[in-house]
């Protein structure tokens, strides 16, 4: 037992000593953390958050709309399908907004790989 304990303890001891080396000493993980993120758009200088959040508010105004619609009447067709559409141009805009910041898909991407 006393034998497999030491075994156990060097083979990890070589391994964290790797690893130390290579992500502390060589500082890999930052380098290449700094090589993904470059080309990132500043969210604050894009005013993103800014233009989340009317999008979130436009959304929430809509549901809002169309809950009220429904509590006080029956809705029409063109109704429901005006309330559809709003639905469907506030998700295109939110993939548009993620979309314009590769960041997200390089950090992703960074995370995956």
Same mark, same amino acid.
């Given at each position: 037992?006393? #034998? ?19 992500? #502390? ?20 200088? $894009?005013?993103?958050? @800014?233009?989340?959040?009317?999008? #979130? ?32 141009? #506030? $998700?295109?805009? $939110?993939?548009?907004? @993620? ?15």
């Amino acid at each position: 037992m006393d #034998v497999l304990t030491k075994e156990l303890v060097s083979g990890l001891s070589l391994a964290i000593q790797q690893l130390f080396t290579r992500y #502390v000493t060589e500082q890999t993980l930052v380098r290449e953390w700094e090589s993904t993120t470059r080309d990132c758009a500043c969210p604050h200088k $894009s005013r993103a958050p @800014a233009r989340a959040r009317i999008l #979130v508010d436009r959304l929430r105004d809509s549901w809002q709309h169309l809950l009220r619609d429904r509590a006080t009447r029956n809705l029409t067709f063109n109704d429901e399908q005006f309330h559809v559409l709003e639905k469907i141009k #506030v $998700s295109f805009r $939110s993939l548009v907004l @993620a979309l314009e910041f590769s960041c997200t898909w390089n950090f992703l991407l960074f995370l995956l790989f």
